[in-house]
Nanobody, 113 residues
Framework: QLQASGGGLVQAGGSLRLSCAAS????????MAWYRQAPGKQRELVAAITSGPTTNYADSVKGRFTISRNAAANTVYLQMNSLKPEDTAVYYCNAYIDLRSFWGQGTQVTVSS
C-alpha cells in the first residue's frame, strides 16, 4: 500500500513537498516514482529514483524538482520548487515492490498564477 500526502494550493514561484510511504510486507523496493495527470492530459512521469540510487526527471521539471528516498522508511519525496501554473495536476506515486507495480492515491497540486 502506498500513501501519498503533501499536495495543496500554492502561488506560482512557491514550493511544496510530496511524500509517499509504502507499507505492508515488503522485501525490496526497486524503484519509486512520481507521475502526474493534468485535466484532459495523459499521465506522465515526473521523476523516478531507483535503489542505486539513480534519478531521472522529466525535462519540464529539471532544476526545479528533486526526488529523494528514505530507504529505511520505504518513503519517497518530491521537493517541488519554483512551481508554475502548468505544474497543476494530480500527482501519483508509484513503486516497484517485490517486482510488482503499485500506485498510491493521487494528491492534488494546484499552482495559481
Amino acid at each position: 500500500q502506498l500513501q501519498a500526502s503533501g499536495g495543496g494550493l500554492v502561488q506560482a514561484g512557491g514550493s511544496l513537498r510530496l511524500s509517499c510511504a509504502a507499507s505492508g510486507s515488503i522485501s525490496s523496493i526497486d524503484a519509486m516514482a512520481w507521475y502526474r495527470q493534468a485535466p484532459g492530459k495523459q499521465r506522465e512521469l515526473v521523476a523516478a529514483i531507483t535503489s542505486g540510487p539513480t534519478t531521472n526527471y522529466a525535462d519540464s521539471v529539471k532544476g526545479r524538482f528533486t526526488i529523494s528516498r528514505n530507504a529505511a522508511a520505504n518513503t519517497v519525496y518530491l521537493q517541488m520548487n519554483s512551481l508554475k501554473p502548468e505544474d497543476t495536476a494530480v500527482y501519483y506515486c508509484n513503486a516497484y515492490i517485490d517486482l510488482r507495480s503499485f500506485w498510491g492515491q493521487g494528491t492534488q497540486v494546484t499552482v495559481s498564477s
